[in-house]
């Protein structure tokens, strides 16, 4: 079982519409949960971070985390062309403080 | 508030030669990360500074691989010798404090070895 795994992409949605992105992850203990969003050619860019259970939101962006059934899901309402990119969820491990990354779910938003 | 910063931003080097990259983190971050991302696959860790004392580097390639991180604030990742497989992006993050915080990643560098 790998640690962080994402949805198969790619995730083609209409403009307006909203995507939505899940994860799971296999350490029971983390506590930490990041997503972010990487452009093609670009860095990783920090969108969200989570770390009770419930939902986050910002802007167009609500993060979802539920520890009991270790998943985190990020929601983009309205979705633009601008969004069109790969998501990565990162997870912090318990047992080393590692940054663990999916292999990330690659989202187009087409107009 | 200023960025990371890392240079080069590209480098095409061949086989057997050495190759270096510099970071610069966020001001006021104590921890600085390595980490190389190969196309199609998320970031994965080489070495975890704090302040200027290494946390983990367990997944450094010690034979080739080197980092250093003088005076807690700019570090330096260098390859010797290069090999075919390093060709990827080595990014450089930091975060205020430990991994549980938000991390925050350079413009990184695109390594070719040919």
């Known amino acids: 079982q790998k640690e962080v795994e994402q949805n198969s992409g790619p995730l083609s949605v209409p403009e307006g519409a909203i995507a939505s992105l899940n994860c799971t992850y296999s350490?029971?203990?983390?506590?930490?949960f990041f997503w972010y969003r990487q452009y093609s050619g670009k860095s990783p860019e920090l969108i969200m971070s989570?770390?009770?259970?419930g939902d986050k939101e910002d802007g167009r962006f609500t993060a979802q985390l539920n520890k009991a059934s270790q998943y985190v899901s990020l929601l983009i309402r309205d979705s633009q062309p601008s969004d069109s990119a790969t998501y990565l969820c990162?997870?912090?491990?318990?047992?080393?403080?590692?940054?663990?990354f999916g292999a990330g779910t690659t989202v187009t938003v087409r107009a | 508030e200023a960025g990371v910063a890392q240079s080069p931003r590209y480098k095409i080097i061949e086989k057997r030669q050495s190759v270096a990259f510099w970071c610069n983190p966020i001001?006021?971050?104590?921890?600085l990360y390595w980490y190389q991302q190969i196309l199609g696959q998320g970031p994965k860790l080489l070495i975890q500074?704090?302040?200027?004392?290494?946390?983990?580097d367990s997944q450094l390639p010690k034979d080739r691989f080197s980092a250093e991180r003088l005076k807690g604030v700019d570090s330096t990742l260098k390859i010797q010798p290069a090999k075919l497989e390093d060709s990827a992006v080595y990014l450089c993050?930091?975060?205020?404090?430990?991994?549980?915080?938000?991390?925050?990643f350079g413009p990184g560098t695109r390594l070719t070895v040919t």
């Open positions: 990162a997870v912090n491990r318990s047992y080393d403080y590692k940054l663990s």
């Open positions: 350490d029971r203990g983390s506590q930490s």
């Open positions: 500074f704090q302040n200027n004392g290494v946390v983990d």
């Open positions: 993050a930091s975060s205020y404090r430990g991994p549980s915080y938000e991390q925050y």
């Open positions: 001001s006021g971050h104590a921890t």
């Open positions: 989570i770390y009770s259970n």
